[in-house]
C-alpha cells in the first residue's frame, strides 16, 4: 500500500504549524515594542544646555566620550517609541545658541575640548534648522534653555543680590526674546511636530529667593511659547511634587533628585541625577502625549 498521500499531509501540516510559529513570533515582538525593520524612522531632536546633555562633574576621562553622559532625551526615546538625536551643550546660553559670538556660560570651552552627542560646526540654532530641513519626519522637537543667561548675570554681579536684581529685567526680556526667535525659527522649517519647551526645577522650594527668581526664568522661557505653536513641559512642578515627601521637605537634593557633589556626599550640584532625568522624561513624554492626544 503506497503511504505517500500520508507523508503529503504530514508535510503540510508541518508548513502550516511553522507559518504560525512565526505569526506568532512577529506578533509577540509587536506587543512587545519591537518594530519592523522597514518600520519608518521616528526622530526626536532635543535642544538645550547640560540639563539636556545629561552633564556630570566628573574626573579624568569621561568627558572624551559622550556616552558617558545620559540625559533625559533617552529616556524620551524609549518612552515614545522615537529615536533621539540629542544636539546640547553644556553651558549653552540662549545668546550662544543663535550666534557664534552670543553670550556663553562654558559651551564654547566645552565643544573645542570634549565631544557632543552630536557634532556640529556651526551653532546648535544652525545645526536645528539643518536638521529639520533634512528631516520632515521628525515628530518631537525639545528645548531646554536658559538657565545659563541666569548663571552669567549671577557672575558678572559676584552673586550680589542688589545688582542681580537690578539686572534681572533686562535679562529676562532677553530671554523672552531669544526663546521666542528659536522658537519661530524651528517652526519656519516646516516642522509640524510637538515642539515642547521644557522649563527649569529648583534647588529647593523651601528657599523662596531661589525659587522665585525660577519662576521669573520659567515665566520668560515660557512666554512666547503658546503663539509659537510650542506647549510647556512642567517641570518646575513636577520636581516640586516629587521633593514634597517628609524626608525631602521641598529640598530637590534630599529628594535624590540631583547629582551629588564632588565636594561632599551631603550636597548637590545643580544637574539631575538619573532619577531627574527620568523625571524629566516622564514630564516631556506627558506633555507630547497631551498635544498629540495619545
Not at 503658546?226 to 530637590?252: E, H, K, L, M, Y
Amino acid at each position: 500500500m503506497s503511504r505517500a498521500p500520508d507523508l503529503q499531509q504530514r508535510v503540510r501540516f508541518s508548513l502550516r504549524a511553522l507559518v504560525a510559529t512565526f505569526v506568532a513570533m512577529a506578533t509577540v515582538l509587536l506587543v512587545a515594542g519591537g518594530a519592523p525593520a522597514d518600520s519608518p524612522p521616528r526622530p526626536y531632536l532635543a535642544l538645550g544646555d547640560s540639563v539636556v546633555f545629561g552633564y556630570i562633574t566628573s574626573d579624568g576621562f569621561a568627558y572624551t566620550n559622550a556616552d558617558n553622559f545620559v540625559g533625559y532625551p533617552d529616556y524620551v526615546g524609549r518612552a515614545l517609541r522615537l529615536s533621539p538625536v540629542n544636539a546640547a551643550c553644556p553651558g549653552e546660553a540662549t545668546g550662544g545658541f543663535l550666534s557664534s559670538t552670543g553670550a556663553d556660560n562654558g559651551c564654547r570651552a566645552f565643544r573645542s575640548r570634549f565631544p557632543l552627542h552630536v557634532s556640529y560646526s556651526g551653532t546648535q540654532m544652525d545645526f536645528a534648522t539643518s536638521f529639520l530641513t533634512a528631516h520632515p519626519e521628525t515628530r518631537l522637537v525639545s528645548l531646554g534653555l536658559g538657565a545659563n543667561d541666569a548663571f552669567l548675570l549671577e557672575h558678572s554681579c559676584n552673586n550680589d543680590p542688589q545688582c542681580i536684581g537690578a539686572g534681572l529685567p533686562a535679562l529676562l526680556a532677553t530671554i523672552a526674546t531669544n526663546v521666542d526667535t528659536i522658537l519661530k525659527g524651528l517652526r519656519a522649517t516646516n516642522f509640524h511636530g510637538v515642539l515642547v519647551v521644557v522649563n527649569y526645577y529648583s534647588l529647593d522650594y523651601t528657599d523662596p529667593v531661589g525659587t522665585g527668581l525660577t519662576q521669573a526664568l520659567n515665566a520668560a522661557i515660557a512666554s512666547h511659547a503658546a503663539a509659537d505653536g510650542a506647549v510647556v513641559a512642567d517641570a518646575f512642578t513636577a520636581f516640586r511634587d516629587a521633593a514634597s515627601t517628609p524626608t525631602a521637605a521641598g529640598n530637590t537634593c534630599h529628594a535624590g533628585l540631583l547629582n551629588v557633589s564632588p565636594a561632599s556626599q551631603l550636597a548637590c550640584d545643580v544637574h539631575p541625577s538619573q532619577s531627574g532625568q527620568q523625571l524629566l522624561a516622564r514630564t516631556v513624554a506627558t506633555a507630547y502625549d497631551a498635544a498629540t492626544g495619545g
